[in-house]
Every structure is written in structure tokens, then in C-alpha cells.
T-cell receptor, first 110, second 115 residues
Framework: SAVISQKPSRDICQRGTSLTIQCQVDSQVTMMFWYRQQPGQSLTLIATANQGSEATYESGFVIDKFPISRPNLTFSTLTVSNMSPEDSSIYLC???????FGPGTRLTVL | DAKTTQPPSMDCAEGRAANLPCNHSTISGNEYVYWYRQIHSQGPQYIIHGLKNNETNEMASLIITEDRKSSTLILPHATLRDTAVYYCIVRVLFQITGANSKLTFGKGITLSVRP
């Protein structure tokens, strides 16, 4: 299994600002994914981070709101832009076909 | 929409086997059954997956019915640390199709292990 780290582990942000979340893997992986887990809810896939090309977004998620970078096979970032309280969630990255998950980033927007 | 149905919750006594059921009556021939669990405030943890044969690893056993319409995850000796939400998911294996075989999480089943 891969070792996955995320930064920051948690943050409290003001409405209208943006936060970039980092996901680092200890080995090269083809597939990286970003999920959101709203309070009391299950996980929802935001997008697939493709190395060398644009991310593939799921229905209901757009690049302007959640821009994603994937500069290499071990790293990806997700930005939550122009945040509102509704964006308060845990954001998780996962990697590989078995989809091993990182510890998550707990975001609170005031 | 999730293609699986699970009871919302169950409990078992510590040290006993926990048998977690899952129905996936519309599963396709090339879809695998995956199980993950999420312990409170942590990221989901991969447990096991299978296609049609029963599978066992150091964490659990997966029993899939012959018609593949349901499965059971078995934790042979449940401990308090096994208290978590368990998700049963069906998905196509990436290597088989070459397509993005995403995970669609349902509500899962909350397992409570009591002392």
C-alpha cells in the first residue's frame, strides 16, 4: 500500500478566500482522485487528477471552483476557490486502483 | 447512485465474528466487489475486494454468493477498534477496462463493537 500525506490537516478560512490542499504519495501512481465528505455524509468524488493533462471532473464540480494540478506522478493539489460555508468539508485524496486514501483535510469556512 | 444496499447499522460483541451483508443485485459481469471502512475522523481504509471467488486477507474474509448478487464481509474476531462505517462498493477494475473506474460511496453500515 502507498503512504499518503495531506497538507494542511485542517484549516479555518474566511468566506471568499481560497485554500490549496496538497497530496503527496511515497511512490509513483497513475491514478489520483479527490473526494469531498460533507458533515455527516458519505464521500463524493470531485475529480480524477490526470498527470500531464486536465483533471476530469464529476457532475456538479467545475474547474473554476476546484482547480487541480498534477505536476508529476507523486503529487497533486486541489484548490477550493472563493469559499463559502457550504464548502466546509473533509477533502481527501486517494491513489491507485485500490484507492488508498490520505488522512484528509478538514476545512471550516466561516 | 450507489449500486449496493446495506443495513444502516449493526453491532456485535468483542471477540465474536462480525458478518456485514451487502446486496448488489444489478452487478455486472466485469464489476468487482470492494469493501472499505472509515473509522471516525480518518480517511477510508481499503479492506478487500473480489470478483466471484471468496477472498481472505489479514483483515477480513469476503464471501460472494454464486450468483454474485450479494456478499458478506467477515471480521473473524471483532475488536473495539473495528468500530467504523463499512462501505460495500461495486466497480470495474481499472486495469481491465482502461477506463476511470470510480468509487461511488453509499451510506455504508455502521458497525459498533461492544465490550
Amino acid at each position: 500500500s502507498a503512504v499518503i500525506s495531506q497538507k494542511p490537516s485542517r484549516d479555518i478560512c474566511q468566506r471568499g478566500t481560497s485554500l490549496t490542499i496538497q497530496c503527496q504519495v511515497d511512490s509513483q501512481v497513475t491514478m489520483m482522485f479527490w473526494y469531498r465528505q460533507q458533515p455527516g455524509q458519505s464521500l463524493t468524488l470531485i475529480a480524477t487528477a490526470n498527470q500531464g493533462s486536465e483533471a476530469t471532473y464529476e457532475s456538479g464540480f467545475v474547474i473554476d471552483k476546484f482547480p487541480i494540478s498534477r505536476p508529476n506522478l507523486t503529487f497533486s493539489t486541489l484548490t477550493v476557490s472563493n469559499m463559502s460555508p457550504e464548502d466546509s468539508s473533509i477533502y481527501l485524496c486517494s491513489v491507485g486502483d485500490e484507492q488508498f486514501f490520505g488522512p484528509g483535510t478538514r476545512l471550516t469556512v466561516l | 447512485d450507489a449500486k449496493t444496499t446495506q443495513p444502516p447499522s449493526m453491532d456485535c460483541a468483542e471477540g465474536r465474528a462480525a458478518n456485514l451483508p451487502c446486496n448488489h443485485s444489478t452487478i455486472s459481469g466485469n464489476e468487482y466487489v470492494y469493501w472499505y471502512r472509515q473509522i471516525h475522523s480518518q480517511g477510508p481504509q481499503y479492506i478487500i475486494h473480489g470478483l466471484k471467488n471468496n477472498e481472505t486477507n489479514e483483515m477480513a474474509s469476503l464471501i460472494i454468493t454464486e450468483d454474485r448478487k450479494s456478499s458478506t464481509l467477515i471480521l473473524p474476531h471483532a475488536t473495539l477498534r473495528d468500530t467504523a462505517v463499512y462501505y460495500c462498493i461495486v466497480r470495474v477494475l481499472f486495469q481491465i477496462t482502461g477506463a476511470n473506474s470510480k468509487l461511488t460511496f453509499g451510506k455504508g453500515i455502521t458497525l459498533s463493537v461492544r465490550p
